[in-house]
């Protein structure tokens, strides 16, 4: 855990536990605390710690991963692992790193992971001494004159990084000139952001369980996030964007690789904070999300309304009304909800909307037709 006074410990490791059972197939099966301090040495483990743990590692062939609960474990912690426990150690970027590559859809998303995965793998290389003439298995055969097998690795690496940026750079040109055809044409979208687990998925699974809802995964099939298509009550159909969850402590890196993606999916008309209002940690959660709003450069002039969600789970003594509040899951609020996506889209895209009136049969407009039958 990174120090924080506010985090508590505790809430710390059942974030931890979420992030690993938000995998498929992945289940945490057994958590151990340690010291802050030792997080920061060269043995992450105490020695007797570190024997029991060992042997229980070794000898469960259900544990098939070992995940520290840091951004990014030092090369020299990772190696000392990895040989002790025999099984891969994950830190918390190349956990969410891996959530990412469960997500990662389209060739693009996929360059960005492979691009976010660079620092960590170069934090794996170090692990293979500085000078070291390959591992004895005939790998050394492969470095050219002069050149150790960790710099060899290491010059494969950059080579790699290079190629991917020069890849994704052109994407992303290509990306803005698409971005802005669309632009001219595309429906309302509203972007629903919040902290992991406040609920974005069971609201438009609400929203959209209705008969006049289409739900619609890939209308944007650039964007690995989720678009589910939405008819407010004056018929206007908008899109709602489910963004990929975020997290404190998201590694810069990770939101450096996704910006363009996450950019695109903001680019909306407006965007709901959802939180989690019986979350006991509340306050630091949307201090993080609003933390990554500001590195992703995300317009102060964009209107972002706070939406509580989860009130069925607090005392109404506790209900404050400093903002609209809902349960998504027990339908609370909704109709105010939708009431507030309509005013606030009528107000911010009178001129969008205006256009989206036009009769059927023109043709400037007859993309309008066939994407809304999707
Ligand atoms: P996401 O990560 O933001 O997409 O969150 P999910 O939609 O997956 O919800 C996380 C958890 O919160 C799930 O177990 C939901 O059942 C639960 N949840 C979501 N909305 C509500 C709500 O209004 N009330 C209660 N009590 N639980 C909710």
């Known amino acids: 855990p990174k120090k924080n006074e506010l985090t508590t410990p505790d809430l710390m490791l059942e974030e931890a536990k979420a992030l690993i059972d938000s995998l498929p197939n992945w289940k945490c099966i057994d958590t151990l605390k340690v010291p802050v301090e030792s997080l920061e040495k060269k043995n992450v483990f105490g020695s007797g710690q570190f024997e029991s743990l060992q042997k229980k590692i070794v000898k469960n062939p259900n544990i098939s991963a070992v995940f520290v609960n840091v951004n990014l474990l030092r090369g020299i912690q990772r190696k000392e692992l990895t040989t002790a426990f025999r099984v891969p150690i994950y830190d918390r970027y190349s956990i969410v790193l891996q959530i990412f590559k469960e997500r990662a859809k389209t060739r693009e998303a996929k360059l960005q992971v492979a691009f976010a995965e660079i620092p960590y793998l170069r934090s794996c290389l170090v692990g293979l001494q500085k000078g070291s003439k390959g591992d004895g298995r005939g790998s050394a055969t492969i470095v050219g004159d002069g050149e150790s097998y960790y710099d060899s690795k290491l010059h494969l690496l950059e080579r790699r990084e290079l190629k991917i940026k020069k890849e994704l750079e052109k994407m992303h040109k290509k990306r803005a000139l698409l971005k802005y055809e669309r632009k001219k044409r595309e429906f309302p979208v509203v972007a629903i952001v919040g902290y992991t687990n406040s609920g974005k998925t069971t609201l438009i699974k609400s929203l959209t369980g209705d008969s006049n809802m289409q739900p619609q995964d890939g209308l944007f099939a650039t964007l690995d996030v989720t678009v589910h298509a939405f008819k407010l009550p004056c018929n206007l159909t908008v899109l709602l964007v489910d963004t990929v969850g975020f997290i404190s402590n998201i590694p810069l890196n990770l939101i450096a690789a996704f910006k363009a993606t996450l950019n695109d999916a903001m680019d909306a008309d407006m965007i709901i904070h ?42 109404p003594e506790n209900v404050s009304a400093s903002c609209l509040q809902i349960s998504a899951q027990y339908g609370t609020g909704l109709e105010e909800m939708i009431e507030l996506i309509q005013t606030k889209l009528l107000e911010v895209t009178n001129h969008k909307l205006l256009r989206l009136m036009v009769p059927s049969g023109s043709s400037e407009y007859s993309w309008l037709h066939k994407e809304a039958t999707v």
Do not use: C, G, M, W
């Open 274 to 315: 959802l939180q989690d209002a019986s979350h006991p940690d509340k306050e630091n959660q949307i201090a993080a999300v609003n933390d990554t709003l500001k590195q992703l450069n995300i317009d102060s002039a964009k209107p972002i309304f706070q939406v509580e969600n989860k009130i069925d789970k607090i005392r």
